[in-house]
């Protein structure tokens, strides 16, 4: 049973471009939830999609974006890339009804 | 969102139990009190959670105070495979939807 995958595992990009990250989540799971992690710090929440809608929102601008598919695939989109931008982003997948979160290996986004 | 507050860093000796502290004074009756790890290069790892009773898992076991304003996490025979960032979060349970929200945890060393 293959747990959360995201794609790529490591991107670069410069300032002003766009990028999309990809996660796939447990099989059986219908909930995905992205976080942001900056070295040294705790992973921030972005924003979780369940039933291919945006459930939840953290405090992060308009220019993070996202999306679910119905297989609950779900891609992260930012646009207008900041050098703040550089950091890891992780996706975790869950269970309706179940709290527990299992984490993907991330995806490191580095903005020259 | 009710806060939690860690030490930021603990060690321990290899083979010896590890308890790592957790206050949460603002805990709410509905608040789930969960553990996450995290390990070098990884994503975050579920390890428990409990809500009022002492919860023990092959992984570790969490002592919730009466109270329940603190909580700690037990590792019973630390290995050097359990040096990670441990998180204390909590988490409501009235909504299955709720947005995780990390600290920056306790950076636990395991000295061989």
């Known amino acids: 049973d293959a747990g959360v995958t995201q794609s790529p595992t490591h991107l670069i990009k410069t300032r002003g471009q766009q990028v999309t990250l990809r996660c796939s989540p447990k099989s059986g799971h219908d909930t995905v939830s992205w976080y942001q992690q900056a070295l040294g710090q705790g992973p921030q929440f972005i924003f979780q999609y369940y039933e291919e809608e945006e459930r939840q929102r953290g405090n992060f601008p308009d220019r993070f974006s996202g999306h679910q598919f119905p297989n609950y695939s779900s891609e992260l989109n930012v646009n207008a890339l900041l050098l703040g931008d550089s950091a890891l982003y992780l996706c975790a997948s869950s269970l309706n009804l179940v709290y527990e979160q299992y984490f993907g290996p991330g995806t490191r986004l580095t903005v020259t | 969102d009710a806060k939690t507050t860690q030490p930021n860093s603990m060690e321990s000796n290899e083979e010896e139990p590890v308890h790592l502290p957790c206050n949460h004074s603002t805990i709410s009756g509905t608040d789930y009190i969960h553990w996450y790890r995290q390990l070098p290069s990884q994503g975050p790892e579920y390890v428990i959670h409990?809500?009022?009773s002492n919860v023990n898992n092959r992984m570790a076991s969490l002592a919730i105070a009466e109270d329940r304003k603190s909580s700690t996490l037990i590792l019973h025979r630390a290995t050097l495979r359990d040096a990670a960032v441990y998180y204390c979060i909590l988490r409501d349970r009235r909504t299955s939807y709720d947005k995780v929200i990390f600290g920056p945890g306790t950076s636990l060393s395991v000295i061989p």
């Open positions: 409990g809500l009022t």
